[in-house]
């Protein structure tokens, strides 16, 4: 059974700093890139940061220079790193796994909140 926990969301002050993380189980994680969504209330889910299996990473415009992701394949964990975050930035953060080619997977986790309020 594959499972994707996120953990590592809460409150936080503007300006202040949050790290995400994301344990996979369940999947050969190396073989997958994995994403960082998330979803404000009544707007669409959207990506905020990508690693490919190579290591490659990938950043939404609106977070670039905020955010950092990593991944450690020895533990089978991603990893969010949010600086400098705003109110803007309040929304359900969500890990994604996804393998491509002929064998294509694609699974979430349920999601943690992030809030950004004074």
């Known amino acids: 059974q594959v499972q994707l926990v996120e953990s590592g969301g809460g409150l936080v002050q503007p300006g202040g700093s949050l790290r995400l993380s994301c344990a996979a189980s369940?999947?050969?994680?190396?073989?997958?890139?994995l994403g960082w969504y998330r979803q404000a209330p009544g707007k669409q889910r959207e990506l905020v940061a990508l690693i490919t299996k190579d290591g490659n990473s990938h950043y939404t415009n609106s977070m670039k220079g905020r955010v950092t992701i990593s991944r450690d394949n020895a533990k089978n964990t991603v990893y969010l790193q949010m600086n400098s975050l705003k109110p803007e930035d309040t929304a359900v953060y969500y890990c994604?796994?996804?393998?491509?080619?002929?064998?294509?997977?694609?699974?979430w986790g349920q999601g943690t909140q992030v809030t950004v309020s004074s």
């Open positions: 994604n796994a996804k393998r491509n080619g002929a064998l294509m997977r694609d699974y």
């Open positions: 369940g999947i050969i994680f190396r073989l997958y890139d």
